[in-house]
């Protein structure tokens, strides 16, 4: 193929992007004016649209903020009742130990049913003089049943971690769960 005749297809092909461009915008000129006049009207829709969202949205956060004023409130009062269901509980608990009521002690074994250990309520708050509130519910929950922690589980492990008797029984507070010679302090069966 020559150059004059690639050039000419070139051309050609160059002419019939810029006529049929050319149709382009004459046909549509007449929709570009329409556009116009109702683009004005458009831009005057939106920002109408624009206050009124924006009216809609300051309504919304006054709500809010009264909502949140109010839950605000509602959580002092059930806050202050807390604080007083806790104090009524507290001395409830301290008159029903001055008074001789003591839980039963509590014996806990192992998932394999081979080690046991007794804790005696009677024993802590009469002989060590603790308060029931020393250890509920801040270690243990006050709940009959084997589910008497809050996380995790009761083990030798989790005790040597400072966690539920471990955290009196370290050996500053109380005898160390790590000395050997106190094991039947707490598992009077274990040989």
Do not use: W
């Not at 006049?37 to 969202?53: I, M, Y």
């Not at 809010?64 to 509980?89: G, N, R, V, Y």
């Not at 769960?177 to 094991?183: G, L, M, Q």
Request: hydrophobic share 40%; charged share 35%; glycine share 4%.
């Amino acid at each position: 193929m020559n150059v004059d005749r690639i050039k000419g297809k070139v051309s050609t092909r160059i002419f019939i992007v810029f006529a049929a461009l050319a149709l382009f915008v004459i046909a549509s000129a007449p929709v570009m004016a329409e556009e116009s006049v109702s683009g004005k009207d458009l831009v005057e829709k939106a920002r109408l649209d624009a206050e009124k969202a924006k009216s809609e949205a300051q309504k919304a956060m006054a709500e809010a903020e009264k909502a949140l004023t109010e839950a605000e409130a509602a959580i002092a009062i059930a806050e202050s009742h807390k604080e007083k269901a806790k104090e009524i509980k507290d001395n409830a608990m301290s008159k029903m130990v001055e008074a001789g009521y003591f839980p039963d002690d509590i014996t806990l074994e192992n998932k394999e049913g081979t080690s046991k250990a007794v804790f005696s309520h009677k024993k802590h708050t009469t002989r060590e003089k603790l308060k029931c509130m020393e250890c509920h519910p801040k270690l243990f929950i006050m709940k009959v049943g084997k589910d008497v922690v809050k996380k995790g589980r009761l083990t030798m492990e989790e005790m040597k971690k400072g966690k539920y008797c471990g955290s009196c029984h370290n050996g500053k507070k109380a005898f160390s769960i790590n000395d050997i010679k106190h094991c039947r302090k707490c598992h009077p069966k274990s040989k």
